[in-house]
C-alpha cells in the first residue's frame, strides 16, 4: 500500500510461492518446504509482535493447521500469505486468551523487518531501524495502527488482504496502517540529529500494543 491506499505491488518472490504452494498441494514436499522458506520469516516476525517468545510454538501450530488444510487453499502466493496469516493469528489469539493476556509487541527479527519492496516515504521509514529501535516505535503504536503495520510491513500484505485477516474493512485497516507508518516516520524525523524530542502517546490515546495486560 502506498499513500492514498494504492495497492501494494507484488512480492518479487509471490509468483514463485504460488507455483510452490500448486505443487505443495498435489503432494509435492519439496515445494511444501520452499513455500515454508517463503512465508516463515513474516510470519513469524508477525506472531513476535502479539504473542512474543511464544511465537515459535505458535507458529508450529499455525504450520500444523496449514499443512492439514492446505487442499482448501484456492489463490496465488499473495492469498497464500494472506491465508496463512489469518491462521497464524486465530491461532496467537487462542494461546493469548489461553493466557489471559492482550497482544504485546515483542522482539521483531531483523530480516523480517525489511521491506517488500518500493513503496511509500512512510514505508521505507523503517528500513534503517535496528530491531530494539523498531520494537520501541511499534509497540507505542494504538493497537490497530501496530497489528495493521505489522501485517503491512512484516509479513507484506496489501490493504484488502490485511482487512481479512483482521476481519475489519479494507478502508479501515489501510488508515491504521498510514496512520500508524506517519506516527513512525514523525517520531524518526524527530529523533534525527537536529530534530526535536519524539513525541510520545498520551494519555487519551488508544491502548497501544505494548500494553500486554
Known amino acids: 500500500m502506498g499513500q492514498g491506499g494504492e495497492p501494494r505491488r ?3 518472490r509471490d509468483g514463485e510461492l504460488g507455483a510452490a504452494v500448486a505443487r505443495a498441494q498435489d503432494g509435492d514436499e519439496t515445494a511444501f518446504a520452499v513455500a515454508y522458506r517463503i512465508v516463515q520469516p ?3 516476525g508477525y506472531l ?7 511465537a515459535e510454538d505458535v507458529a508450529s501450530d499455525a504450520w500444523l493447521e496449514i499443512a492439514r488444510d492446505l487442499g482448501r487453499f484456492r489463490g496465488d502466493g499473495a492469498g497464500f500469505r494472506g491465508w496463512t496469516a489469518t491462521i497464524a ?6 494461546h493469548l486468551r489461553r493466557q489471559r493476556v492482550r497482544p504485546r509487541a515483542a522482539q521483531l527479527e531483523q530480516d523480517a523487518l525489511e521491506l517488500p519492496g518500493r513503496h511509500s516515504t512512510h514505508d521505507q521509514a523503517l528500513e534503517s531501524l535496528s530491531t ?3 520494537l520501541e516505535l511499534v509497540r507505542a503504536l494504538p493497537r490497530d495502527q501496530a497489528e495493521a503495520v505489522l501485517l503491512r510491513v512484516v509479513v507484506g500484505l496489501d490493504g484488502p488482504a490485511a482487512a481479512r485477516v483482521l476481519g475489519k474493512r479494507p478502508g479501515a485497516v489501510r488508515t491504521a496502517a498510514y496512520r500508524g507508518l506517519r506516527r513512525l516516520a514523525r517520531q524518526l524525523g524527530a529523533q534525527a540529529p537536529g530534530g526535536d524530542s519524539a513525541e510520545g502517546v498520551t494519555d487519551g490515546d488508544p491502548p497501544t500494543l505494548g500494553e500486554s495486560r
Open 132 to 134: 530494539a529501535r523498531a
Open 48 to 54: 513476535r509482535g502479539l504473542v512474543g517468545e511464544d
Open 10 to 12: 507484488p512480492q518479487p
Open 42 to 44: 513474516g510470519l513469524l
Open 89 to 94: 493469528r486465530h491461532r496467537a489469539l487462542d
